[in-house]
């Protein structure tokens, strides 16, 4: 019997807790108007009773008022106000769910023992598994074999396996839910697909060392040779002056092609005209930009469906256009330049950069005349490969250069 009122006497505060604060206020103010009715019928209506019925009038009406109508009328008072109080906690669950349902992320939820008590479509697109395969089954099958669930994280993040076997980087925040169930308390864990976000981190840290390379193999060895030229000048200042004005004008010209790759490099740091216009767009301001800044033609063309393509390969193709242009303008002596991007392949995208100019014999990178075009080239090349691409290089001397590069894209893009 003890375990009988306990159990009730939970049931009771656990259905107190679960009352908005209104609906507590409701039924506060019920239960003091039916003792304030019950006290006016009893001191007012029962003395009346007593002096015209008698006595057994008196305790004939008291049972009917207090044994049948008073309970009658308070549990169909109590049962209005659990029937409202029902209707609108069925009705938030039902919006709840449909949040759950339709969002994006996947969220799960989980008992004490880390089963898994719901799995939303978030989930299912996730992880490949289907809610009834999913029901039931421990969390930890969708963690890499190596990991385990942290103990009292609220958020963290880790790697978990699909059903293909994918390794799939996760952000997972967890909340305690207020209400406890079963053996213990549920936890709600929303998981979020961090596959997109990493790239975009991976691709800042290559474009930092890329940065780190340009500046090493390129502004930090000619800014060493400036100063051992400007030592020379200093000593032929008084023996020969004629020489000491010409190496001052050759360091002019060295400081001014630095200050422009300086200001290329600036300019590559963050394309800023992606964010603005969208990666098809910037293609067509960058060859319009091109042209109005210097004595050449560009001719942009796009083969294929305009589509969004991932981030770093948006940024890739782009850097390369700025450095094949760049390169274009200090070495080709081109009247006309054709930018072309083709997007008809749904496995990969392809630009072709082809000019009208001097072009050259064999590898740039060999001769000194063409050294800065030669390492220009090592960059695309190395942008290239990192986004597992393919290069190559079509060039003679007297017709022009073209450059054609393919990077294959990831299926459902």
């Known amino acids: 019997m003890t375990k009988g009122i306990n159990q009730w006497t939970r049931i009771l505060i656990g259905g107190w807790r679960e009352l908005t604060r209104r609906w507590r206020i409701m039924l506060i103010t019920a239960l003091i108007g039916a003792s304030a009715l019950t006290s006016i019928i009893q001191w007012f209506g029962m003395h009346w009773v007593h002096d015209h019925w008698g006595e057994y009038g008196h305790y004939a009406l008291e049972i009917v008022i207090y044994g049948v109508l008073g309970p009658l009328l308070f549990l169909l008072f109590a049962s209005s106000i659990f029937f409202r ?30 089963r898994i008590r719901s799995w939303n479509r978030g989930a299912e697109t996730l992880f490949g598994y289907g809610a009834e395969e999913a029901l039931g ?48 308390p549920m936890r709600v864990l929303i998981i979020r697909d961090v596959t997109e976000r990493k790239r975009r981190e991976q691709a800042v840290q290559d474009e930092r060392a890329r940065i780190a390379r340009e500046l090493h193999d390129g502004v930090q060895q000619d800014l060493f040779l400036l100063g051992i030229k400007l030592d020379i000048c200093h000593q032929l200042l008084r023996s020969d002056p004629d020489r000491a004005a010409q190496e001052l004008l050759s360091v002019r010209e060295t400081l001014q092609e630095e200050i422009s790759n300086v200001q290329r490099i600036v300019r590559a740091l963050r394309p800023i005209q992606l964010e603005r216009f969208g990666f098809v767009s910037a293609l067509r301001r960058l060859a319009a930009e091109f042209a109005q800044q210097h004595p050449c033609a560009v001719d942009f063309s796009l083969q294929g469906p305009e589509r969004e393509l991932p981030y770093e390969v948006e940024s890739t193709l782009f850097r390369i256009a700025q450095e094949a242009l760049n390169n274009v303008a200090k070495h080709a002596q081109a009247q006309r330049v054709w930018l072309q991007l083709d997007l008809t392949d749904p496995q990969g995208v392809t630009m072709t950069i082809r000019d009208d100019g001097r072009g050259f014999d064999g590898h740039p990178g060999i001769t000194q005349p063409v050294r800065s075009a030669g390492l220009g080239l090592k960059h695309i090349r190395e942008r290239v490969e990192q986004q597992g691409g393919t290069f190559t290089l079509d060039s003679a001397a007297g017709r022009g250069t073209t450059l054609t590069l393919t990077i294959p894209l990831p299926s459902g893009v």
């Not at 209707?87 to 969220?107: F, P």
């Open 137 to 184: 089954e421990a969390f930890e099958r969708l963690l890499g074999p190596s990991l385990r669930w942290p103990a009292n994280a609220s958020r963290w993040e880790t790697v978990m396996r699909a059903r293909d076997g994918r390794q799939i980087p996760v952000e997972v925040s967890c909340s305690l839910l207020a209400e406890e169930v079963g053996e213990g």
């Open 85 to 114: 109080w029902r209707m609108e906690r069925e009705r938030a669950e039902q919006q709840l769910a449909a949040v759950v349902e339709g969002s994006a992320d996947a969220i799960v939820s989980v008992d004490a023992q880390r």
